[in-house]
């Protein structure tokens, strides 16, 4: 084989890995780590007014400086890493649950996601009992079915006009 050759079949493996379940699966679970990661930084970034520890008179702006960025960085890790684990685990059980009902419907549509929607959000809840996963079912598929029905509006004709828009 030559070196070209070569480069398409593991570009081919590749992109048979990435459209495979456990592909899809990894996928989201990286990328909902990645995104959690962000989103945790940035939510920790914005709490710092709060006193330390249990004793109410002693805030973090009495502190020196040094100490201060040392525990607001700590504070940080910590938040980003748990935001990042939570939505990695999110992400990781709906791509999963999402791409294990499609292979078996052997249908691309909405009802998968909301299925998927709800069994992630039930799954997620169950620990709190009946009522919370109802919630839970109930909520991820509404969140889900949304996303959906947004992300396929894309996928409509073109107006056939600029008047209509």
């Known amino acids: 084989?030559?070196?070209?050759?070569?480069?398409?079949?593991?570009?081919?493996?590749?992109?048979?890995?990435?459209?495979?379940c456990p592909g899809k699966t990894?996928?989201?679970?990286?990328?909902?780590?990645?995104?959690?990661?962000?989103?945790?930084?940035?939510?920790?970034?914005?709490?710092?007014?709060?006193?330390?520890?249990?004793?109410?008179?002693?805030?973090?702006?009495?502190?020196?400086f040094k100490q201060q960025m040392k525990l607001q960085f700590a504070d940080m890790a910590k938040r980003s890493y748990s935001s990042a684990k939570n939505f990695g685990y999110i992400g990781l059980v709906y791509s999963g649950v999402e791409c294990t009902i499609e292979s078996f419907r052997a249908k691309h549509d909405l009802y998968n996601g909301v299925t998927a929607g709800c069994i992630t959000g039930a799954g997620l809840a169950i620990k709190g009992g009946p009522q919370a996963a109802f919630i839970g079912c109930a909520g991820f598929a509404a969140f889900s079915l949304a996303i959906d029905m947004y992300l396929s509006s894309d996928a409509a004709p073109p107006p056939k006009n600029d008047y209509d828009l």
């Open 1 to 20: 084989m030559t070196q070209q050759e070569q480069a398409e079949e593991g570009a081919r493996y590749f992109v048979d890995f990435m459209q495979s």
């Open 26 to 64: 990894a996928m989201a679970g990286a990328s909902g780590f990645a995104l959690g990661g962000f989103f945790g930084l940035f939510m920790a970034s914005m709490s710092y007014d709060t006193p330390l520890g249990t004793d109410a008179v002693k805030h973090i702006s009495d502190l020196p």
